[in-house]
């Protein structure tokens, strides 16, 4: 599901949302709050479905020329690997699309370079934008638009409880208020940074470490690798009780650091947790941040949604 507000934010949302619905062939619900204390309505509600779908689309046709930002050496198109595949398909056997090689230059460059892998695909020009566009678009003709007239957080809320998506996309407005009630995973959608960087917080207090799970799945769909983060904000600044507290985390993060997806795991001492993650995600440049959320406490995903650049998704945890 993501909500769309017919703006340049509800834009970014909705081309995060074509990516990952490409990444796991799924189908958008695109929920169209309207102002609920403007007056009355003048459109039918087919009108405004129309008018949404419409503008939809127009977005879905822009996905080529924003992929287009990530141009690689000589001009070669660095696109989004998901949207590009699905315009392929769409777009039949002469939409072909090649995989970015080694040494191939720009920041979609392969495994030569740096020995990171590739993020994204590369073809030339024109065929590019309309590679991904004919993706994006496909996405679009799929897609259930329903329109609602609530206060948007009531809105997305009461959709969420009763159609339980896997995923709810909103732009940064109103994800403070959502994310301690929504039932299912929120990605708060900003502007692309580095595809293929990933950062996780975690406090480690589940060993089934959901919020690391959550963003292993991801970054495994989307071939990106994940920084995984704990900070102990309260603890003794005695080096003998420094180091008692930190066994536990470090065990733990070494354990994380075994799976295939984790990059590096890093365990810090500073007072402020919202802080160190904003300042590693800002050093890495990650994409998407993924944090924690209960219903009752905590107040650090909140203060990462008011102040991080990054895309957020925040995973719903169990109140302790």
């Not at 230059?105 to 590019?128: C, H, L």
């Not at 993650?277 to 203060?303: L, M, N, P, Y």
């Amino acid at each position: 599901m993501v909500v769309v507000r017919l703006d340049e934010s509800g834009a970014t949302a909705l081309r995060r949302a074509l990516d990952l619905a490409a990444v796991f062939d799924a189908r958008l619900t695109l929920l169209h709050p309207l102002p609920w204390d403007s007056g009355p309505r003048v459109e039918s509600e087919a009108d405004v479905r129309a008018r949404v779908l419409h503008w939809a689309k127009s977005v879905a046709d822009t996905v080529g020329s924003h992929v287009e930002r990530a141009a690689g050496a000589e001009g070669a198109v660095v696109a989004s690997a998901p949207v590009a595949s699905v315009g392929a398909r769409v777009g039949g056997e002469g939409a072909a699309v090649a995989l970015v090689g080694a040494g191939a230059g720009g920041e979609g460059a392969g495994a030569g370079a740096g020995g990171e892998p590739a993020s994204g695909v590369a073809v030339g020009g024109e065929r590019a934008r309309v590679v991904a566009a004919l993706g994006a678009r496909a996405c679009v003709e799929r897609a259930r638009v329903v329109v609602t007239v609530h206060p948007p957080a009531v809105a997305i809320a009461r959709h969420a409880k009763r159609s339980r998506p896997a995923l709810a996309i909103v732009d940064a407005g109103t994800a403070v208020t959502l994310a301690r009630v929504l039932p299912c995973p929120l990605l708060v959608a900003r502007p692309p940074r580095r595809r293929d960087v990933m950062l996780v917080a975690t406090d480690l207090r589940d060993a089934r470490y959901p919020v690391v799970g959550a963003a292993a799945a991801l970054a495994d769909a989307c071939s990106a690798r994940v920084t995984v983060v704990h900070n102990l904000e309260n603890a003794s600044t005695d080096a003998r009780s420094l180091d008692a507290h930190m066994r536990r985390p470090l065990r733990a993060l070494a354990r994380l650091g075994e799976l295939d997806v984790v990059q590096r795991a890093h365990c810090f001492v500073q007072p402020s947790t919202p802080g160190i993650i904003a300042e590693i995600g800002e050093k890495h440049d990650a994409d998407i941040v993924v944090v924690g959320a209960r219903q009752r406490g905590g107040t650090t995903c909140a203060s990462l949604l008011s102040t991080l650049r990054s895309s957020v998704l925040v995973v719903p945890l169990p109140p302790f």
